[in-house]
T-cell receptor, first 109, second 117 residues
Framework: DAKTTQPNSMESNEEEPVHLPCNHS???????IHWYRQLPSQGPEYVIH???SNVNNRMASLAIAEDRKSSTLILHRATLRDAAVYYC??????????FGKGTKLSVKP | DTGVSQDPRHKITKRGQNVTFRCDPI?????LYWYRQTLGQGPEFLTY????????KSRLLSDRFSAERPKGSFSTLEIQRTEQGDSAMYLC???????????????FGNGTRLTVT
């Protein structure tokens, strides 16, 4: 599976938008971009995924660059419950997920 | 959807002992995955099943580790002759695995924390 690069950590203020970047310059044409997050003492939780077009769901938005070499997860209004490690993952034909270290998001009240 | 269930939540064992963990996936999911996670790291893929067939095993899965899914429902992960380096969180996940499986999210349990003393 292709590799992704994310910042180790980011900080945000409560009720402000958060943009979590991810670089994936070696993405192949069939790789989907998936985001998961992991709250303390819990298993990872699916957030969103996309292939080429931007995607929105009740949790977040995913903005995908035109060349697909990078993407950004957008939390529109961060809450304290959004403090977690966010993982950007390229999912290929095998179907299994290969996690990196992710970005630890801290949210300040 | 009752979620993925893992048992036990915590296990403390002495080095050299065998341990077995159980995972009950979401009932209509035919794919089941095992991951291991150590402190400060992302989950590491160990193995996955499509129904009862074990389709892929990571090189991390040494010969002391064995996973089974005998009837395509629940799964067990056994570690024989545990070592201190086996101390980790063991996570199980399940997903739909037919058709467009790229788009089927993995649903994770909350894991079994193993401590080997």
């Amino acid at each position: 599976d292709a590799k992704t690069t994310q910042p180790n950590s980011m900080e945000s203020n409560e009720e402000e938008p958060v943009h979590l970047p991810c670089n994936h310059s070696t993405i192949s044409g069939t790789d989907y971009i998936h985001w998961y997050r992991q709250l303390p003492s819990q298993g990872p939780e699916y957030v969103i995924h996309g292939l080429t077009s931007n995607v929105n769901n009740r949790m977040a938005s995913l903005a995908i660059a035109e060349d697909r070499k990078s993407s950004t997860l957008i939390l529109h209004r961060a809450t304290l419950r959004d403090a977690a490690v966010y993982y950007c993952i390229l999912r290929g034909s095998q179907g299994n997920l290969i996690f990196g270290k992710g970005t630890k998001l801290s949210v300040k009240p | 959807d009752t979620g993925v269930s893992q048992d036990p939540r915590h296990k403390i064992t002495k080095r050299g002992q065998n341990v077995t963990f159980r995972c009950d996936p979401i009932s209509e999911h035919n794919r089941l995955y095992w991951y291991r996670q150590t402190l400060g790291q992302g989950p590491e893929f160990l193995t996955y099943f499509q129904n009862e067939a074990q389709l892929e095993k990571s090189r991390l899965l040494s010969d002391r580790f064995s996973a089974e899914r005998p009837k395509g429902s629940f799964s067990t992960l056994e570690i024989q002759r545990t070592e201190q380096g086996d101390s980790a969180m063991y996570l199980c996940a399940s997903s739909r695995g037919w058709g467009d499986h790229y788009n089927s999210p993995l649903h994770f349990g909350n894991g079994t924390r193993l401590t080997v003393t």
